[in-house]
């Protein structure tokens, strides 16, 4: 008897729970009427189909193959859809248009005593956002620019010299993108603190920072394509609509993880937090010290030599409310996890594009010899371009952005949550609380825009159109993001970058070996 009634109940639940799911499939499938929209079957189910394809490494890929195949709209999700057509930008990312972060970006931050760190780019919340933004903006300027190019120079200069101790010298070949990334973590340091990480000068993955970093985007990525959403109903609550994507909850973020951190106990414990805490806990000591014996807050010996966190200190002398200690932090941590990653995957482009194409990369060399024999470029130890130079040289600037379109950072849609209204995008209408985005791989390779050869590194067509088709095409680009969430050290990335590449072509030759950069 007890058998019979246990092999019922099983069976009951077991229907129930089948019943359940496919309730929550066809809600899924039905949701917010998206099934008008194209797209793979089983990304309309779930968001699973969009975790394991990032899981794959590559889903610029897939996004390129699906907008050919479907059009300008697809479905990547339950609620997510991605536009191609350049027309979709102004709506989404313009400004005042409604439109905020969705959960996505929270499971970015790091952690500091158990709390969370949101950054200019991780925090969802407009109003925080622009708060901190105002607090720092001026240590962004193009004005602040000049001020920090001592500091790059500083490190390009022990790059150069170890490039040609460890590789050049010995005809050796060198993994060119990961060399890079070193050096674009040295140089964010430098500009950060006065001080870099160690990287170059070691030639190693100091304290394995640049490994775990890695390890983290890995995590990230995957994960972020899990972010459950309330649909709002009835009475709108704005702009929190997501819920915190559930597996960070439970992995890296849940409260046995937060206690050990606040005890210094994190395994998961970021290296460049630790970094962070150590350069602002010696800043910190040299400003109370400072004020203990009536110095000048405004001698610029108190706060530093003018690098960034001296910036930072100095803007919570102006908002002790609310540009605290933790803040302080957070700018300073951000700036390796944005700053170091994205400005060595840009580098690498351009310089695996420059190897690739050979007339481009001979072309480049001699208009940079031509500027140093003219005079455009002055002899410095080294061979170092300096900023105002090399916005002299047109096809360089041609070639770096090409690499740009053809290669930009983010390789996912930036996703933001249409408001409470819902909105029209590209004539079609899309209910509130619905995840849009564009991805930078598809936008930059539309042909009306770019040309029908969209596939081809040609720098050349940034030099041969007129002002208002440039016009056009800078508009179009969102390797850097758009609108105020505009990545605010995009300044600083195109600094590193547009000294780099010449400084490093009138010094060395290099050469293409299956994986690697041969430094000659």
């Given at each position: 008897?007890?058998?019979?009634?246990?092999?019922?109940?099983?069976?009951?639940?077991?229907?129930?729970?089948?019943?359940?799911?496919?309730?929550?499939?066809?809600?899924?499938?039905?949701?917010?009427?998206?099934q008008?929209?194209?797209?793979?079957?089983?990304?309309?189910?779930?968001?699973?189909?969009?975790?394991?394809?990032?899981?794959?490494?590559?889903?610029?890929?897939?996004?390129?193959?699906?907008?050919?195949?479907?059009?300008?709209?697809?479905?990547?999700?339950?609620?997510?859809?991605s536009?191609?057509?350049?027309?979709?930008?102004?709506?989404?990312?313009?400004?005042?248009?409604?439109?905020?972060?969705?959960?996505?970006?929270?499971?970015?931050?790091?952690?500091?005593?158990?709390?969370?760190l949101?950054?200019?780019?991780?925090?969802?919340?407009?109003?925080?956002?622009?708060?901190?933004?105002?607090?720092?903006?001026?240590?962004?300027?193009?004005?602040?620019?000049?001020?920090?190019?001592?500091?790059?120079?500083?490190?390009?200069?022990?790059?150069?010299?170890?490039?040609?101790?460890?590789?050049?010298?010995?005809?050796?070949?060198?993994?060119?993108?990961?060399?890079?990334?070193?050096?674009?973590?040295?140089?964010?340091?430098?500009?950060?603190?006065?001080?870099?990480?160690?990287?170059?000068?070691?030639?190693?993955?100091?304290?394995g920072?640049?490994?775990?970093?890695?390890?983290?985007?890995?995590?990230?990525?995957?994960?972020?394509?899990?972010?459950?959403?309330?649909?709002?109903?009835?009475?709108?609550?704005?702009?929190?609509?997501?819920?915190?994507?559930?597996?960070?909850?439970?992995?890296?973020?849940?409260?046995?993880?937060?206690?050990?951190?606040?005890?210094?106990?994190?395994?998961?414990?970021?290296?460049?937090?630790?970094?962070?805490?150590?350069?602002?806990?010696?800043?910190?000591?040299?400003?109370?010290?400072?004020?203990?014996?009536?110095?000048?807050?405004?001698?610029?010996?108190?706060?530093?030599?003018?690098?960034?966190?001296?910036?930072?200190?100095?803007?919570?002398?102006?908002r002790?409310?609310?540009?605290?200690?933790?803040?302080?932090?957070?700018?300073?941590?951000?700036?390796?996890?944005a700053?170091?990653?994205?400005?060595?995957?840009?580098?690498?482009?351009v310089?695996?594009?420059?190897?690739?194409?050979?007339?481009?990369?001979?072309?480049?060399?001699?208009?940079?010899d031509?500027?140093?024999?003219?005079?455009?470029?002055?002899?410095?130890?080294?061979g170092?371009?300096?900023?105002?130079?090399?916005q002299?040289?047109?096809?360089?600037?041609a070639?770096?952005?090409?690499?740009?379109?053809?290669?930009?950072?983010?390789?996912?849609l930036?996703?933001?949550?249409?408001?409470?209204?819902?909105?029209?995008?590209?004539?079609?209408?899309?209910?509130a609380?619905?995840?849009?985005?564009?991805?930078?791989?598809?936008?930059?390779?539309?042909?009306?825009?770019?040309?029908?050869?969209?596939?081809?590194?040609?720098p050349?067509?940034?030099?041969?159109?007129?002002?208002?088709?440039?016009?056009?095409?800078?508009?179009?680009?969102?390797?850097?993001?758009?609108?105020?969430?505009?990545?605010?050290?995009?300044?600083?990335?195109?600094?590193?970058?547009?000294?780099?590449?010449?400084?490093?072509?009138?010094?060395?030759?290099?050469?293409?070996?299956?994986?690697?950069?041969?430094?000659?």
């Amino acid at each position: 008897m007890l058998k019979v009634v246990m092999t019922a109940f099983v069976e009951r639940w077991l229907a129930a729970l089948l019943l359940a799911l496919v309730v929550f499939l066809v809600k899924n499938r039905f949701n917010h009427g998206l099934q008008r929209y194209p797209g793979p079957f089983l990304a309309s189910l779930t968001d699973w189909w969009r975790f394991f394809d990032v899981l794959g490494r590559r889903p610029e890929v897939t996004h390129i193959k699906l907008h050919k195949k479907h059009g300008d709209v697809v479905r990547l999700g339950p609620n997510v859809l991605s536009f191609a057509n350049p027309a979709a930008l102004r709506t989404i990312y313009g400004p005042s248009k409604g439109f905020v972060k969705s959960d996505f970006y929270p499971v970015q931050q790091a952690l500091a005593k158990g709390s969370r760190l949101p950054s200019l780019f991780s925090t969802t919340d407009e109003n925080y956002h622009a708060q901190l933004r105002r607090c720092i903006s001026g240590a962004f300027s193009m004005t602040a620019l000049i001020q920090y190019e001592p500091f790059v120079d500083e490190a390009m200069v022990k790059f150069l010299e170890q490039t040609e101790t460890l590789f050049s010298s010995k005809f050796a070949v060198c993994d060119f993108a990961r060399w890079l990334q070193w050096y674009a973590f040295d140089v964010i340091g430098a500009i950060t603190y006065s001080r870099r990480h160690g990287f170059i000068d070691k030639a190693e993955d100091v304290d394995g920072m640049v490994s775990h970093l890695g390890w983290l985007f890995s995590y990230v990525a995957p994960v972020c394509s899990l972010t459950p959403t309330i649909v709002p109903s009835g009475r709108l609550t704005y702009p929190r609509i997501g819920q915190t994507p559930f597996l960070d909850v439970l992995l890296l973020k849940n409260p046995i993880i937060r206690l050990l951190d606040r005890l210094d106990r994190n395994p998961f414990s970021f290296a460049v937090v630790k970094f962070a805490k150590a350069r602002m806990s010696e800043r910190l000591a040299v400003i109370d010290a400072a004020k203990q014996s009536g110095k000048s807050l405004d001698d610029t010996s108190t706060f530093g030599r003018g690098d960034l966190l001296s910036m930072f200190l100095k803007a919570k002398e102006a908002r002790p409310d609310f540009f605290h200690d933790g803040r302080v932090l957070t700018m300073a941590v951000s700036m390796a996890f944005a700053g170091s990653e994205t400005t060595g995957i840009s580098l690498a482009a351009v310089f695996y594009y420059l190897v690739q194409n050979p007339e481009c990369h001979h072309k480049l060399v001699r208009q940079i010899d031509d500027a140093a024999r003219s005079g455009l470029i002055e002899e410095r130890p080294g061979g170092l371009v300096s900023w105002a130079e090399s916005q002299k040289l047109p096809y360089l600037d041609a070639c770096i952005r090409e690499a740009f379109r053809l290669h930009p950072a983010p390789g996912l849609l930036l996703e933001r949550i249409v408001p409470p209204d819902g909105a029209h995008i590209c004539g079609e209408h899309i209910p509130a609380g619905t995840i849009v985005g564009c991805n930078a791989w598809v936008i930059h390779r539309r042909p009306e825009v770019f040309g029908d050869d969209v596939e081809t590194y040609r720098p050349e067509r940034w030099l041969e159109v007129s002002k208002e088709k440039r016009k056009e095409m800078d508009g179009t680009m969102l390797h850097f993001g758009m609108g105020s969430r505009t990545c605010i050290g995009k300044n600083i990335s195109l600094l590193d970058m547009y000294k780099l590449v010449p400084s490093f072509l009138r010094r060395f030759e290099v050469s293409y070996q299956v994986t690697s950069i041969l430094l000659l």
